[in-house]
T-cell receptor
Framework: GENVEQHPSTLSVQEGDSAVIKCTYS??????FPWYKQELGKGPQLIID?????GEKKDQRIAVTLNKTAKHFSLHITETQPEDSAVYFC????????????FGTGTSLTVIP | GAGVSQSPSNKVTEKGKDVELRCDPI?????LYWYRQSLGQGLEFLIY????????KSGLPSDRFSAERTGGSVSTLTIQRTQQEDSAVYLC???????????FGPGTRLTVT
């Protein structure tokens, strides 16, 4: 089955700096890669996703890049703000096997004002 | 519109008791997922429903866990003879047909004493 690894587990950045979180996956059949933000006491919220037919997607301060050859994808947050502080999860899915999703173990991001 | 709702938000139960957790997906979403999130951990897949198809139960950790989805909408996750290791946040997510985006509920925090 699919195995998703996520790094780092914790990340602290100064407000205004960029943050990068990286994930690797093992199943070359995976074709959908979402990123979720989870604030304390809440469920994960989808913030951006990318499908395997593109290499990069951007939405304001958030971008995701995908390298299918190397089987890794990354989340980039620019101009970080204190409200970006949360736990971020990556995931991979191949649309098969019941559309099952495989999640990384999460990155706790702290943006220091 | 209304998002995914879960009830109760918190549940404390004694070891050995049965519990039922409820999920109301977004109206019209055909896919429904249950996940378990232990403290500081990622999301562990439990079960997946898609329309009228047989559910994918491959993630259920033991036969004490079961889930139903009535009328293609509301779902109930039942844990029988609860154990302390069942303590976790149980998250429900729904997804519209033909897309991969998952929308999560706020979760039910289960504590087994």
């Amino acid at each position: 089955g699919e195995n998703v690894e996520q790094h780092p587990s914790t990340l602290s950045v100064q407000e205004g700096d960029s943050a990068v979180i990286k994930c690797t996956y093992s199943d070359s059949a995976s074709n959908y890669f979402p990123w979720y933000k989870q604030e304390l006491g809440k469920g994960p919220q989808l913030i951006i996703d990318i499908r395997s037919n593109v290499g990069e997607k951007k939405d304001q301060r958030i971008a995701v890049t995908l390298n299918k050859t190397a089987k890794h994808f990354s989340l980039h947050i620019t101009e970080t703000q204190p409200e970006d502080s949360a736990v971020y999860f990556c995931a991979a899915s191949n649309g098969l096997s019941g559309n099952q999703f495989y999640f990384g173990t999460g990155t706790s991001l702290t943006v220091i004002p | 519109g209304a998002g995914v709702s879960q009830s109760p938000s918190n549940k404390v139960t004694e070891k050995g008791k049965d519990v039922e957790l409820r999920c109301d997906p977004i109206s019209g979403h055909t896919a429904l997922y249950w996940y378990r999130q232990s403290l500081g951990q990622g999301l562990e897949f439990l079960i997946y429903f898609q329309g009228n198809s047989a559910p994918d139960k491959s993630g259920l950790p033991s036969d004490r866990f079961s889930a139903e989805r009535t009328g293609g909408s509301v779902s109930t996750l039942t844990i029988q003879r609860t154990q302390q290791e069942d303590s976790a946040v149980y998250l429900c997510a729904s997804s519209p047909l033909a897309t991969y985006e998952q929308y999560f509920g706020p979760g039910t925090r289960l504590t087994v004493t």
